[in-house]
């Protein structure tokens, strides 16, 4: 079958960072995607990672690991703005559709 | 840039009307998708679409159907509202198949009295 889990919330303070796993069971691998959401607004793309290693992107990076079906991504620097919700996706095969877990929801404190 | 817009942000609507949700994108994509989400149960796919005319069932169809008569245009029909189907609704798109970051729309929500 196909799974993707990840923690359903996590706080964090304002300057720190933070590390949002995201551990993954498809059929086949086409990579894993990291989406942003606010509250009451909709899913933005962060970043696509399809080799292992590290991706960095400003304060954002990504992380994969095919072998351990495993992602995480982490945020350096934390500012207010980013409380939200965080959505780890994997394509299901070649279909164009995407698997998304249920998202993390990060609270950022002062 | 993408733009991915939907008919309405908010709706409400009453228990047996037909309910018709209009998705628009305007990069010639491929692929639409129609999804709701809801608290603990994260994004599910209702309908998606790959081509003109073309359209597949997700993971939570009952209730719903969708239109694809235009390439840019997708939309999402609730034959008769139930009080279930109160939620936020997404429409998305991607170029094509694979691997293909999806483009969200703004959400409608809409909620069945």
């Known amino acids: 079958g196909q799974n993707i889990d990840q923690p359903t919330e996590m706080t964090a303070t304002e300057g720190a960072i933070v590390q949002i796993n995201c551990t993954y069971q498809?059929?086949?691998?086409?990579?894993l995607f990291w989406y942003q959401q606010h509250a009451g607004e909709a899913p933005t793309f962060l970043s696509y990672n399809v080799l292992d290693g590290l991706e960095e992107k400003g304060r954002f990076s990504s992380f994969l690991s095919r072998s351990k079906g495993y992602s995480y991504l982490l945020l350096k620097e934390l500012q207010m703005k980013d409380s939200a919700s965080y959505l780890c996706?994997?394509?299901?095969?070649?279909?164009?559709?995407?698997?998304f877990g249920q998202g993390t929801t990060l609270q950022v404190k002062p | 840039d993408v733009k991915v817009t939907q008919s309405s942000r908010y709706l409400v609507k009453r228990t047996g009307e037909k309910v018709f949700l209009e998705c628009v994108q305007d990069m010639d994509h491929e692929n639409m998708f129609w999804y709701r989400q809801d608290p603990g149960l994260g994004l599910r796919l209702i309908y998606f679409s790959y081509d003109v005319k073309m359209k597949e069932k997700g993971d939570i169809p009952e209730g719903y159907s969708v239109s694809r008569e235009k390439k840019e245009r997708f939309s999402l029909i609730l034959e008769s509202a139930s009080t279930n189907q109160t939620s936020m609704y997404l429409c998305a798109s991607s170029l094509n198949s694979g691997a293909d970051e999806q483009y969200f729309g703004p959400g409608t929500r809409l909620t069945v009295t």
């Open positions: 498809t059929s086949g691998f086409n990579g």
């Open positions: 996706a994997a394509p299901s095969s070649n279909t164009g559709k995407l698997i």
